[in-house]
């Protein structure tokens, strides 16, 4: 990682720990799911990673939505469209292929990805050297990078959660600001 | 918000993190629908920062590696280099340009092979 040398970095970008939020302001988004649920598949490692190589398994028979990858990268905004296709009933199998990682699992839809035009333009924004080109495959390849690191930063907050919840901390089921700070570090080094 | 001409960096900035923040949100949308968890708002945006400043990171990261290969280029190499230090991540990711390359034919020939 080459934090050293980001000349672009701008300064300090903490994270500002907010305070909870209430249940009541949040209502819309809790109706999904009752808090809690999904603790059953608890597959807790004590390699000091937790959530690691869980997340790992579930992203392993991942396929790739292969509409993202016939696009070209001149290709509209409107790829972010395709998260509209996931149905609840889609939703509790995929909970279930995830407690049950062997075999390939083919998922329909992955998650949302970030819009290759958006990643493109942010990693041309990186660049020093203006002259500095990206292929698309690798391009392709960086959005799956980053989508790990993202799926990878859900699941470990999800861990810390179920971890404060069972010392009595909040069950609401609610990923806050605190978990991602607590896996942050590790998470970093990791990717 | 209208974009003004004058305010152009920083209002280019701030929009390209509207947009990952949105995008992001909707990974994370996703992701709670399947673990059962829901995410507070702050949760997202403290995501976007990092995300923000991780692709920041991994670009210089690109730009140096394609540079010490003496190219002017980002390919595939490149990208699966920052996965070096973990072999989970190298495997997932050496496994999904293997998937691209088998859906697209001859797309990106072989030079991966190593």
Request: hydrophobic share 35%.
């Amino acid at each position: 990682m080459s934090s050293a040398k980001n000349t672009t970095r701008k300064g300090p970008a903490p994270f500002k720990p907010p305070s909870r939020v209430s249940d009541a302001s949040r209502s819309a988004r809790t109706s999904t799911k009752a808090p809690g649920q999904g603790q059953g598949r608890q597959s807790r490692d004590s390699n000091g990673l937790p959530g690691f190589s869980s997340a790992r398994s579930s992203l392993a028979p991942m396929a790739r939505n292969t509409s993202l990858l016939d696009l070209d990268i001149e290709l509209d905004d409107d790829d972010d469209e395709n998260e509209e296709t996931n149905t609840p009933q889609q939703n509790t199998a995929e909970t279930t292929a995830r407690e049950t990682p062997t075999g390939p699992v083919h998922l329909e839809g992955g998650p949302p990805p970030i819009p290759l035009k958006l990643l493109a333009r942010l990693i041309y924004e990186g660049f020093e050297d203006k002259n500095m080109k990206i292929g698309k495959e690798a391009l392709t390849t960086t959005s799956k990078y980053i989508e790990t690191f993202v799926r990878e930063a859900m699941a470990r907050a999800a861990q810390e959660r179920k971890d404060s919840a069972e010392d009595g901390f909040g069950g609401d089921g609610f990923l806050q600001v605190e978990d991602l700070e607590k896996l942050a570090p590790q998470l970093l080094l990791d990717f | 918000m209208a974009p003004r001409a004058g305010t152009d960096d920083v209002s280019d900035k701030e929009r390209l993190k509207s947009a990952l923040w949105y995008a992001i949100g909707k990974m994370v949308d996703h992701e709670a629908l399947i673990s059962g968890h829901n995410a507070t708002p702050q949760f997202i945006g403290a995501l976007t920062e990092m995300v923000w400043t991780h692709i920041e990171n991994t670009s210089l990261d690109l730009e140096n590696f394609a540079k010490h290969a003496g190219r002017s280029m980002v390919n595939t190499d490149d990208v699966l280099l920052l996965a070096r230090r973990n072999e989970g991540l190298d495997a997932l990711l050496r496994s999904f340009v293997d998937h691209i390359r088998a859906e697209h034919g001859s797309g990106g020939g072989s030079k991966r092979k190593s």
